[in-house]
């Protein structure tokens, strides 16, 4: 079983490195190939990436500009020969060889294309992630709105049982597993959206292929730094991706 992994970086080239080492320490009896995309980092992070002393099985690849996170994955298209392909954030850090057991988990069971393991706050605590179809009210319920928090618990099914495998709507960009046909088949991202609702997209895209799963007996660490809360832009560019996806794949309100 061959594997790959992407992370697409803006800046931190030492996040960066303490993600992708964790990823080749608990990947060191598989065959695994990492691409390290660097969207021009203004702070230099791709200069560093490139003179570090990366073992064989990992590619640096510095783009002339910012192209925009999903538009950045889809530059490794057409390097791909895996059978399971990885979209990692690069804030996430991994103490266990999750990306081999959610790979494995996805070859025994066919009618699955895409899969999430369980992701934890640096703390231990379970991050509470949207896993349902997006919502106008389960969006600004993640964004923090007061009195919503009931459709925010509904968008990341909290009223379901999640500690087993479950089938899922929405499979969060941080950090999944896809069969590399299913992710070429696709086309990978819509790159029409720049940055945020980009991973809601592909989901859908994917669940015309197969079955999309959760799987939380799996897990890795997420930092989860959430820049539209912090400031105006962000915000702005997640308004203008929640058009689009709705636009794309209906509106729904509640």
């Known amino acids: 079983m061959k594997i790959s992994a992407a992370i697409v970086v803006y800046n931190g080239a030492e996040e960066v490195i303490r993600a992708a080492e964790s990823v080749l320490k608990q990947t060191a009896d598989c065959d695994l190939t990492l691409y390290l995309v660097d969207n021009a980092s203004p702070d230099g992070a791709g200069r560093v990436l490139a003179e570090h002393p990366w073992p064989e099985n990992v590619q640096v690849i510095r783009l002339p500009e910012n192209i925009g996170f999903g538009k950045g994955h889809n530059t490794v298209l057409p390097l791909l020969s895996s059978d399971f392909h990885f979209v990692l954030n690069p804030d996430i850090f991994v103490d266990s060889n999750v990306l081999c057991q959610v790979a494995g988990w996805l070859r025994e069971h066919p009618g699955a294309v895409m899969a999430t393991p369980r992701l934890l706050f640096p703390s231990g ?109 962000p915000f702005l560019q997640q308004l203008k991706s929640m058009g689009r996806y709705f636009r794309k794949w209906g509106f729904r309100f509640c």
């Open 125 to 233: 605590e379970v991050q509470v992630l949207p896993k349902r179809k997006p919502t106008v009210l389960g969006l600004l319920a993640r964004q923090g709105v007061p009195g919503l928090q009931k459709y925010g618990d509904r968008y990341a099914m909290l009223d379901e049982d999640l500690s087993l495998p479950t089938p899922i709507e929405f499979c969060t960009g941080s950090f999944f597993c896809m069969r590399t046909d299913v992710y070429k088949e696709i086309g990978g991202f819509d790159e029409k959206y720049f940055m945020y609702v980009e991973d809601a997209d592909i989901t859908q895209k994917a669940r015309q292929k197969g079955l999309v799963f959760y799987l939380p007996q799996y897990c890795a660490y997420h930092e989860w730094h959430r820049a539209p809360q912090k400031s105006l832009k």
